[in-house]
């Protein structure tokens, strides 16, 4: 079975600085999708970025971006120049790219806090 | 562009009782996914509907159903609730082109079972 585990309960970064979180994951499958998304106290989740395991670039989406490492099956998560708004937690999710499996499986999440 | 609509925001039942969630998906949406999220966890899959069909189930009893319908709504419902269905309660709606596409989440609601 799949399974994501990420291993940072809580971070917290100084405004403007950069901080990275960790994301592992377990699969046989070859073919896979991996997401992160994000989950304010309004509660609604919100895709951040996302990557397709067949393709070898990092996906990048203005301050986001990923260091996908398939072959350690990591998948980690910069965000460049924190802002306040990007408090919140954040959840690491991966789905197989079969048709006939549709779930997310997510990790615990990782809360993440902005010092001003 | 309405996003994706759930109701109630809280409910407060008691054990034993059923409940009904109702979600409205994203405009040009065909498929609704229901999620689980206990406090502090990551999210659960449910079962996820399209065609007005189940058409993929998670680890749940069977005191957890569903229904779409043909606007592609969806409702899940609970029965004999125990304290442990406790949770926040999460619709996400996808158009069905193919994996890997994301899904859009509504904000949930919270369920607490006294």
């Known amino acids: 079975a799949q399974t994501v585990t990420q291993s940072q309960p809580e971070m917290s970064v100084q405004e403007a600085e950069t901080v990275t979180l960790s994301c592992t994951y377990d699969?046989?499958?070859?073919?896979?999708?991996l997401f992160w998304y994000k989950q304010p106290p309004s509660r609604q989740m919100i895709l951040v970025i996302r990557q397709e395991a067949y393709k070898q670039q990092n996906a990048t989406e203005n301050r986001f971006s990923v260091n996908f490492q398939k072959a350690a099956k990591s998948f980690s998560l910069k965000i460049s120049d924190s802002q306040l708004g990007d408090a919140a937690m954040y959840f690491c999710?991966?789905?197989?790219?079969?048709?006939?499996?549709?779930?997310?499986?997510w990790g615990a999440g990782t809360k993440l806090i902005i010092k001003p | 562009d309405a996003g994706v609509t759930q109701s109630p925001t809280h409910l407060i039942k008691t054990r034993g009782q059923q409940v009904t969630l109702r979600c409205s998906p994203k405009?040009?949406?065909?498929?609704v996914s229901w999620y689980q999220q206990a406090l502090g966890q990551g999210p659960q899959f449910i079962f996820q509907?399209?065609?007005?069909?189940?058409?993929q189930r998670g680890n749940f009893p069977d005191r957890f159903s569903g229904h779409q319908f043909p606007n592609y709504s969806s409702e899940l419902n609970v029965n004999a609730l125990l304290l442990g269905d406790s949770a926040l309660y999460l619709c996400?709606?996808?158009?069905?082109?193919?994996?890997?596409?994301?899904?859009?989440f509504g904000s949930g609601t919270r369920l607490t079972v006294v």
């Open positions: 996400a709606s996808s158009a069905d082109r193919g994996a890997g596409y994301g899904y859009t």
């Open positions: 509907y399209y065609e007005e069909e189940e058409r």
């Open positions: 699969t046989s499958e070859s073919d896979y999708y």
């Open positions: 405009s040009g949406h065909d498929t």
């Open positions: 999710a991966y789905r197989r790219g079969r048709r006939s499996n549709y779930q997310l499986i």
